[in-house]
T-cell receptor
Framework: KNQVEQSPQSLIILEGKNCTLQ??????????LRWYKQDTGRGPVSLTI?????NTKSNGRYTATLDADTKQSSLHITASQLSDSASYIC?????????????FGTGTKLQVIP | SQTIHQWPATLVQPVGSPLSLECTVE??????LYWYRQAAGRGLQLLFY??????ISSEVPQNLSASRPQDRQFILSSKKLLLSDSGFYLC???????????FGPGTRLTVT
């Protein structure tokens, strides 16, 4: 069964601290993995996209890693800011019938406090 | 540049009433279009996707339906809303055959 599991479900950190969010998946055949940031009441916005051959990709203070062998990904946030408070969703795509089927994780809710 | 619009932004409807949510995309042609629902504390659930005008695929059985009357217009409808239809509805688009999906601002639906 194609699944994406994220941990932790929620996280509270102090402003300026770093944190790492985890994503484990069983989606197959793997096409790509993306991390989205979703502010409350808004649509998700893409942070990074990684294909099978990519191990690390950065976008500002966000760094995503991918281990395709163990089917794990992480999103590391450096020097957190209050504006980082949001849900972070891991999304894994697979090829199916001519288009890419995506499986969404349930997200990690991050709260950055002053 | 491409933009995606959804309306209304929020909606409160009584049980048994009809529903029509609209999504339009600008700046691209022949996009794949998607409707998702996000229940409180839950992940995104794909409801429908469309690869072209009049071509709709349903992912889960439900009392909702979707239509694509024009290339860049995607409509989510219901004849009679249920309490369980409450949630956050997101429309998304992607370039045909490419995985990156771009989401609209969403519609918050509350069925009372």
């Amino acid at each position: 069964k194609n699944q994406v599991e994220q941990s932790p479900q929620s996280l509270i950190i102090l402003e300026g601290k770093n944190c790492t969010l985890q994503c484990n998946y069983t989606v197959s055949p793997f096409s790509n993995l993306r991390w989205y940031k979703q502010d409350t009441g808004r649509g998700p916005v893409s942070l990074t996209i990684m294909t099978f051959s990519e191990n690390t990709k950065s976008n500002g203070r966000y760094t995503a890693t991918l281990d395709a062998d163990t089917k794990q990904s992480s999103l590391h946030i450096t020097a957190s800011q209050l504006s980082d408070s949001a849900s972070y969703i891991c999304v894994v795509s697979r090829h199916s019938g001519g288009y890419q089927k995506v499986t969404f994780g349930t997200g990690t809710k991050l709260q950055v406090i002053p | 540049s491409q933009t995606i619009h959804q309306w209304p932004a929020t909606l409160v409807q009584p049980v048994g009433s009809p529903l029509s949510l609209e999504c339009t995309v600008e700046g691209t042609s022949n996009p794949n279009l998607y409707w998702y629902r996000q229940a409180a504390g839950r992940g995104l659930q794909l409801l429908f996707y469309s690869v072209g005008i009049g071509q709709i695929s349903s992912e889960v059985p439900q009392n909702l339906s979707a239509s694509r009357p024009q290339d860049r217009q995607f409509i989510l409808s219901s004849k009679k809303l249920l309490l369980s239809d409450s949630g956050f509805y997101l429309c998304a688009w992607s370039v045909a055959g490419v995985g990156e999906q771009y989401f609209g601002p969403g519609t918050r639906l509350t069925v009372t």
